[in-house]
């Protein structure tokens, strides 16, 4: 299986070589999130130098790292999750004191984002030691190329990531209620397959807002769909094969009222005496104009302390 990525080695040595690579250093290195060909060159390098390779499991990254025909010992594996990162770390810093080469890789992906890696970071940096990114493959970013999630409006460009939302229904639709829904920007979730459809039914009071569902990025099964949130959970009950793999789910930007400011000028008179909602709720029937833009409108009028608001 190995001998598939001799020439991938080989050519990892005469592209990274040439870079010092300090002793003493941590580096989180980003490992493919499916597709064994998205790792890169320099990661492949950095894997056959290090010295230690921390990992979420010892078994996977074993795995992997056979499979790339790099050997490691037992030895120079060292398990870091999220039970036990706070210990972990601390014997990661007396292996970098003592001039070691650490790698840190999660199962998948790059490593700190979503997966553990942050407090290792910390407490790296706290000993005054070093960490260096090896970037590389990321469901967030993957999924986010091939979403089409434009802005609509100025103040609404970039993304916001927020993860896996509370397993629990009444914590997850309150986290939904009173954040997502007022969240103007791509947001960006992550879903584990026996919780999609939770979620799916969840993200239904979002309406006809677009979401984009990936799942099983870069893998054979490989499936992105852009449908209204209000239809996401019919969709993935269309097929028991929908709800398979790990998802990366993506709200894409509300859109904003566009016009020639005759919204903004009745908005502004009816905030004058009346509250908020009940403003934005008769702007809206009045002008025609989207009522989630609206309500950004006013929040972004309270936030700058127009009089009118």
């Known amino acids: 299986m190995s001998a598939s990525f001799a020439s991938a080695r080989g050519a990892a040595r005469d592209a990274a070589a040439a870079q010092h690579y300090p002793q003493g250093a ?10 064994l060909a998205d790792i890169t060159l320099r990661a492949l390098h950095l894997l056959q130098l290090a010295d230690t390779v921390a990992c979420e499991d010892k078994r996977h990254t074993q795995a992997m790292l056979r ?37 840190y890789v999660s199962d998948a992906g790059t490593p700190g984002v979503s997966d553990p890696g942050a407090r290792l970071v910390a407490a790296v940096q706290a000993a ?14 993957a999924a986010l190329s091939v979403a089409g999630a434009v802005a609509q409006g100025s ?29 103007p920007r791509c947001v960006l979730l992550l879903e584990a397959p026996h919780r999609i459809g939770g979620l799916a039914r ?25 449908l ?18 790990e998802f990366v789910l993506l709200l894409h930007p509300m859109p904003v009222a566009r016009d020639d400011g005759e919204s903004l000028r009745v908005l502004r008179l009816l905030l004058q005496d009346l509250p908020l909602k009940t403003a934005v709720r008769l702007a809206s029937q009045i002008t025609g104009a989207a009522r989630n ?7 972004a009028c309270q936030r700058d302390g127009e009089p009118a608001c």
């Open 26 to 35: 941590l580096y989180m290195v980003a490992t493919p999130i499916g597709n």
């Open 202 to 226: 969840a993200l239904a009071v979002l309406g006809a807002r677009p979401v984009t569902l990936a799942r099983e990025l870069t893998k054979q099964f490989e499936e992105v769909a852009t």
């Open 228 to 245: 209204p949130a209000q239809a996401l959970a019919a969709w993935l009950a269309g097929s028991r094969e929908r709800e398979r793999g």
């Open 67 to 103: 499979a790339y025909g790099i050997d490691k010992s037992a030895a120079q594996l060292l398990a870091l999750h999220q039970h036990n990162e706070a210990e972990a770390a601390q014997q990661l810093v007396l292996r970098l004191q003592q001039g070691q080469r650490v790698a």
């Open 293 to 299: 833009g609206l309500y950004e409108m006013a929040l």
């Open 128 to 141: 005054g030691l070093r960490a260096v990114p090896l970037p590389g493959a990321s469901s967030i970013t």
């Open 155 to 183: 103040g609404q460009g970039g993304f916001v990531f927020v993860g896996f939302l509370p397993v629990k229904n009444a914590e997850r639709a309150g986290v939904i209620a009173q954040q997502l829904t007022r969240e």
